[in-house]
């Protein structure tokens, strides 16, 4: 049975993915979430829990956010070396948020607004340092500022999941996550 096993950084990737996947218009296959402690802990780990898994079928994707300093591509890179030993012939997709995971929201204010329901965000989607979200530094504390508190990383994400449009192209990380899960699951 074919399976789509995601390994996840932290459990607001879980949240928003939960809302969002049903969304893609996929066929989904049996869904699960493997949810590190962190990057650090994901990296570590990552590699043995593949080469544990029991499906011949499994389908992984890894998703974990760049961070501030951390060169995308490099990081990629490695976490698809991570991952390598003991694959076999299972599908593997990497994926990197663009700094984190709150650049997709960012990209996607009419979805913020909303899931939190706060008026007035959406509107400042032209301004320019929310046009590109990928490049903010901390994507985090912009989104915090811009809801004045209300957005937090759990409940804010599952709530955003829900209203992410599949379609935006604004956060080039999403993009490519939405192509990629369609592709795998193709």
Do not use: W
């Not at 049903?22 to 570590?44: N, S």
């Not at 389908?59 to 956010?65: A, G, L, T």
């Not at 991952?83 to 913020?112: K, M, P, Q, T």
């Not at 915090?144 to 409940?155: D, E, R």
Request: proline content about 3%.
């Amino acid at each position: 049975m074919i399976e789509l096993v995601f390994m996840l950084e932290e459990p607001s990737a879980r949240a928003m993915l939960e809302g969002l996947l049903p969304r893609i218009g996929l066929k989904l296959p049996t869904v699960r979430y493997v949810v590190f402690e962190g990057k650090h802990d994901l990296e570590k780990q990552v590699g043995k829990r593949i080469r544990g898994y029991r499906n011949p079928h499994a389908r992984f994707i890894v998703i974990r956010d760049q961070d501030s300093n951390d060169d995308c591509g490099g990081l990629k890179a490695k976490l698809l070396g991570l991952c390598a030993n003991g694959l076999g012939n299972r599908a593997l997709l990497a994926r990197i948020f663009c700094r984190e995971l709150e650049a997709v929201y960012i990209g996607d204010l009419s979805a913020v607004e909303a899931a939190l329901e706060i008026t007035g965000i959406a509107q400042r989607q032209n301004e320019r340092r929310f046009r590109s979200p990928d490049t903010l530094m901390t994507p985090s504390k912009e989104l915090k500022q811009l809801t004045k508190g209300a957005y937090q990383k759990v409940s804010g994400s599952r709530a955003i999941g829900l209203q992410l449009d599949v379609n935006n192209t604004r956060s080039n990380s999403f993009k490519v996550l939405v192509s990629g899960l369609r592709n795998i699951c193709g």
